[in-house]
């Protein structure tokens, strides 16, 4: 079953209305769309409720996809009441830990311009996300903290634009992962661009993003770590550099 995805044309709608396609035996709820982000990239899934017609409520306690991307399954809380086939819902993201996940996720891309190097993981958080990158170098954190605030004050646009499978492969470049490549087969693939004109960024993401870079707020790097002999973890956190 394929679930259209909200979240994809706009990160800021966290209240929709959906019809409920399946209840699975897990007790997952698949539906027709949905503006629930699912774990995908690095980025957890959304949590929040759903509303019913009687004003009850169905907490949602995780997003996560099926047996493909375009399967979107919400899993509702031990407790909670599963819906009916067929039911209509209002749907409702819990709004301040996703716009949190959006600055931080933001923040990762910008971490990606100031270090350009290959990236071999990353995990977005509330609280403190980190970005591993193939590199031996060291960095100073009190310096990349300084260039990382820069983006964020010049405020630069933030949005998405798709592109083909064969502009892709004509510009493998824009993969900055080492290890992941975009989901093929549905013939697009979407890019997040920073700046005018993607002057700043442009890679693939499926994520959700503010739209302009000040919306990010303050960070900071917490502790860069050696995660192996050509391997570095910068940690972003929200904040202040601490003296």
């Known amino acids: 079953m394929e679930t259209r995805q909200l979240f994809t044309d706009d990160a800021y709608l966290s209240t929709a209305e959906a019809r409920v396609l399946a209840v699975n035996e897990a007790g997952g709820i698949i539906l027709d769309q949905t503006c629930f982000y699912a774990t995908s990239g690095g980025q957890p899934g959304d949590t929040g409720y759903f509303e019913r017609a009687d004003g009850s409520r169905i907490a949602i306690a995780a997003t996560v996809?099926?047996?493909t991307k375009a399967e979107i399954i919400h899993l509702p809380a031990t407790d909670a009441p599963r819906p009916e086939p067929g039911e209509t819902l209002v749907l409702h993201v819990d709004w301040e830990r996703r716009y949190r996940l959006m600055r931080m996720h933001t923040a990762c891309h910008l971490l990606s311009v100031i270090c350009p190097y290959p990236i071999t993981g990353a995990s977005?958080?509330?609280?403190?996300?980190w970005v591993d990158f193939d590199m031996a170098e060291t960095m100073d954190k009190a310096d990349i903290?300084?260039?990382?605030?820069?983006?964020?004050r010049d405020n630069?646009?933030?949005?998405?634009r798709w592109i083909t499978e064969a502009e892709l492969?004509?510009?493998?470049?824009?993969?900055?992962?080492?290890?992941?490549?975009?989901p093929r087969g549905a013939g697009q693939i979407?890019?997040?661009?920073?700046g005018e004109n993607a002057a700043v960024d442009s890679q693939p993401c499926g994520g959700t993003h503010?739209?302009?870079?000040?919306?990010?707020?303050?960070?900071h790097i917490g502790k860069i770590e050696k995660k192996g002999k050509e391997n570095r973890r910068f940690r972003i956190r929200f904040g202040p550099l601490p003296q």
């Open 210 to 219: 503010v739209s302009e870079t000040q919306e990010v707020g303050e960070i």
């Open 169 to 182: 492969d004509a510009n493998p470049g824009i993969v900055k992962s080492k290890n992941v490549r975009p």
């Open 190 to 194: 979407r890019l997040v661009c920073i």
């Open 65 to 67: 996809t099926g047996q």
């Open 145 to 152: 903290t300084g260039q990382l605030m820069a983006l964020v």
């Open 124 to 129: 977005v958080s509330e609280e403190d996300s």
């Open 156 to 160: 630069h646009p933030v949005f998405t």
